[in-house]
């Protein structure tokens, strides 16, 4: 079964726009949630993670926000650019670091 | 520091044939994985080995797949006989540290598996 649930399964935004990527999580035990992103022919790369201490983390153009009561957890693309088109995944995990991944959203950013 | 390396990266073969893919994880890391990536779908731990041991293999098919890690450094993922469904990237991925630390897991291209 499907441990964590990722949408939209695609998103065109066109460049300096904002792409938002949401994921949904049942298990209670998860403690630590990364991004990766995948470009085509590579292996996905982590980009951000955060752990449920916080409720938001920055890193340069993207952004992780969390909702522990809600168990959800988005990623956000601020001005977005043409290289930022990839497959992103969102993940989770417990103490043993075995990661469970979302399904993949493919982010198209039009110039 | 160079990154994963993993081979072959394309491998086309028939149901019921055998196939091997290699995996050389990063100088030093300890923790090693194999996942399987159906298209259109995320990554699926097959196996994990700690040093060149299991540490687990819960999801692997071990009626057809196999795998190990000799001396605790490259490791080899095996699959026979294989079925349709196999069509897929085998990823290998490494981290540094046990698990129970703040890691980072690091892929490699993978090697993408067709079989007609």
């Known amino acids: 079964q499907q441990q964590v649930k990722q949408s939209p399964q695609s998103l065109i935004v066109q460049k300096g726009g904002i792409s938002i990527i949401n994921c949904a999580y049942e298990?209670?035990?998860?403690?630590?949630f990364p991004w990766y992103q995948q470009f085509p022919g590579k292996g996905p790369a982590l980009l951000i993670a955060?752990?449920?201490?916080?409720s938001e983390k920055k890193e340069g153009r993207f952004t992780i926000s969390f909702n522990k009561s809600a168990k959800q957890f988005s990623l956000h693309i601020m001005d977005s650019q043409p290289g930022d088109s990839a497959t992103y995944f969102c993940?989770?995990?417990?103490?043993?670091?075995?990661?469970?991944f979302g399904a993949g959203t493919t982010v198209t950013v039009r110039a | 520091e160079a990154g994963v390396a993993q081979s072959p990266r394309y491998k086309i073969i028939e149901k019921r044939q055998s196939v091997a893919f290699w995996c050389n994880p990063i100088?030093?890391?300890?923790?090693l994985y194999w996942y399987q990536q159906i298209l259109g779908q995320g990554p699926k731990l097959l196996i994990q080995?700690?040093?060149?041991?299991?540490?687990?293999d819960s999801q692997l098919p071990k009626d057809r797949f196999s795998a190990e890690r000799l001396k605790g450094v490259d490791s080899t993922l095996k699959i026979q006989p294989a079925k349709l469904e196999d069509s897929a990237v085998y990823l290998c991925?490494?981290?540094?540290?046990?698990?129970?630390?703040?890691?980072?897991?690091?892929f490699g291209p993978g090697t993408r598996l067709l079989v007609l």
């Open positions: 955060i752990r449920p201490d916080v």
């Open positions: 993940a989770a995990s417990t103490v043993d670091y075995k990661l469970s």
């Open positions: 298990n209670t035990a998860f403690d630590y």
């Open positions: 991925a490494s981290s540094s540290r046990p698990p129970g630390g703040g890691e980072t897991q690091y």
């Open positions: 100088s030093g890391h300890a923790t």
């Open positions: 080995f700690q040093n060149n041991g299991v540490v687990d």
